[in-house]
């Protein structure tokens, strides 16, 4: 199998077996992206069980997505370099022993460590899945094969809080990790029958170490700072002391700054880059790349900021809250099988729109229509019509990206629009969950005054709800001498939860307006081209 530079070390799989190499990296896919939501409706009872504290609650996710985001990009190099199916199979090695820790462990930080460690594994794991997709198939199978890969993504995000409510309510929040030692085996195994193995021929077949350590610490100290500022204050702590998340923001900034005049004057020495940032002049990929870490960004940021409300002010199971998000997981699967004909009908810059706009209507929706009294029919309706935009947007994304981008240069565009994807998703935790706590801090004091709680009372109940993410708020509820505070703090979960899902409809509107400026032939072409050289 060669793609231009590219060059096989596996014969060529047959037409069967390469359906089954899809379906060995759509699984090796779906498990990654569901461990990014799987442990959501199991947070408050991690919470109460291990003693997380909410600014660990969303390390413990937002680290996942971030080493997903900081690595692509070294990663996506590293398996063109030395081998697709290698780094894959590491890859799956890393994230399953990674899981089985992240299921034993009784501590905050050792969880969130697990989670880092599993964090890296999905990051070997991710880019080689799509530069695989893109390097098997071709024509239409290749569009074929792209949906899948896509809407894998948008779907099994979904499917994840189900699965974590099921174990959580009739097992354990343990098994939300453990499950991923069977599938992940399985998945090896898939990989090693049917999976060829793919890397790149070149002059400079050299890791840009340098490159791969600023972008890694460059994202790591944005990320941190979007997460802490709500601990240590955007500017300054309680103690009046300088905070140290405008330092770590301003750093992370001149890191990514450094890190692409590094790349670009590395490319125009003839030198080997981390990744060829020219792709970025590609009018496709460029504002395709900026929607898709959009969507990203609302979806995950939404998936961790809803059960939180669903069980801590509605009064949800875990199990009830991943029945709910499900409808979410129905409404993408559903509108898959169709959007082919859309495509075809339409075009796939269209559809893309068209699932933007379905997310952005759900989501402001659910805003407006939040209330102590909203059933779940309702909730249900929001989030199923969420789910067919993902459906439509998610699963059309990647063709979009990558239709102008050149074969030669697939594996470093994959590894680039994946990174995109994966920084979405973290900033999204970050972003959407420190918008949460800070405003469930702010509305649980005012809730608290209207409702006649003495002010000598108030900054306790404010400190433990916003601490706990609201996790405190059902105890607080259950006993006769708080339940005025808790009533009032539910009241303020609303009122927090109606502001974080306002932006996070405001987000994707952006994405949606970064689609406007899509060449208008993209998804119109038909990649109907053969290969021009034995794959």
């Known amino acids: 199998m060669t793609v231009d530079n590219d060059i096989a070390e596996s014969p060529n799989p047959a037409p069967q077996r390469r359906w089954w190499a899809l379906a060995a990296v759509a699984l090796g ?3 990654i992206i569901m461990d990014a939501t799987v442990v959501n409706v199991a947070l408050p009872v991690v919470i109460q069980d291990i003693g997380l504290t909410a600014t660990q609650a969303e390390w413990m996710n937002a680290v996942y997505s971030l080493m997903l985001a900081a690595l692509l990009l070294t990663t996506g190099r590293a398996g063109d370099l030395w081998g697709r199916r290698r780094l894959l199979l590491v890859g799956m090695g890393v994230f399953i022993l990674a899981s089985v820790v992240a299921g034993s462990v009784d501590s905050g930080g050792a969880l969130i460590a697990a989670r880092l460690v599993q964090g890296v594994g999905a990051a070997m794991i991710l880019p080689a899945t799509l530069s695989t997709v893109n390097a098997i198939f071709s024509g239409r199978e290749r569009a074929i094969a ?23 309510t009739d097992v354990t929040w343990r098994w939300a990790f453990w499950l991923n030692v069977p599938v992940g085996l399985l998945v090896l195994a898939l990989v090693v029958w049917a999976v060829p193995e793919t890397r790149e021929l070149g002059e400079h077949r050299t890791l840009d170490l340098r490159g791969a350590a600023l972008s890694t610490l460059g994202m790591g100290a944005i990320v941190f700072a979007l997460i802490e500022g709500g601990q240590y204050g955007w500017w300054v702590q309680d103690s009046g002391a300088i905070s140290p998340v405008p330092i770590a923001m301003t750093a992370g900034i001149l890191l990514m700054v450094l890190f692409v005049v590094d790349q670009l004057r590395r490319q ?11 792709l ?19 979806e995950f940021g939404l998936l961790f900021t809803l059960p939180l409300l669903l069980q801590n002010a509605l009064g949800y199971s875990a199990l009830g809250t991943g029945w709910l998000v499900l409808f979410l997981a129905i409404g993408t699967f559903l509108i898959s099988g169709a959007t082919p004909q859309f495509t075809a009908r339409l075009g796939a810059r269209a559809v893309v729109r068209l699932g933007l706009a379905c997310e952005a209507i759900a989501v402001g929706g659910l805003a407006i229509t939040l ?10 309706a929001w989030l199923f019509l969420y789910g067919a935009g993902v459906g439509m947007a998610t699963a059309q994304l990647t063709n979009v990206i990558l239709v102008d981008v ?6 470093q565009a994959s590894g680039l629009q994946s990174t995109f994807r994966q920084l979405g998703s973290a900033l999204g935790v970050a972003i959407l969950g420190t918008l949460l706590v800070v405003s469930l801090g702010n509305s649980t004091d005012d809730h608290l005054a209207s409702a006649g709680v003495p002010a000598d009372s108030r900054p306790a109940v404010v400190e433990s709800v916003r601490h706990s993410a609201g996790a405190v708020i059902p105890s607080l509820q259950a006993d006769p001498s708080t339940q005025v505070a808790g009533d009032a703090a539910a009241d303020a979960m609303i009122t927090a939860s109606r502001i974080t899902t306002g932006v996070a409809a405001v987000i994707i509107l952006l994405g949606l307006a970064a689609t406007l400026a899509l060449p208008a032939s993209v998804g119109r072409k038909e990649d109907d081209e053969e290969p021009s050289q034995s794959r």
């Open 406 to 411: 050149p074969v030669a240069e697939s594996g």
């Open 268 to 278: 125009r020495a003839g030198k080997p880059v981390l990744v060829d940032l020219t």
């Open 371 to 380: 209330c102590m009294s909203i059933g779940g029919p309702a909730i249900a």
């Open 280 to 298: 970025l002049r590609i009018r496709s990929f460029r504002y395709g790349s900026l929607a898709a870490l959009v969507v990203a960004l609302g």
């Open 29 to 31: 896919v779906s498990l």
């Open 146 to 168: 792209f949906a899948v890969w896509g809407s894998t993504i948008g779907g099994m995000a979904a499917v994840g809080p189900l699965v974590g409510g099921w174990l959580t």
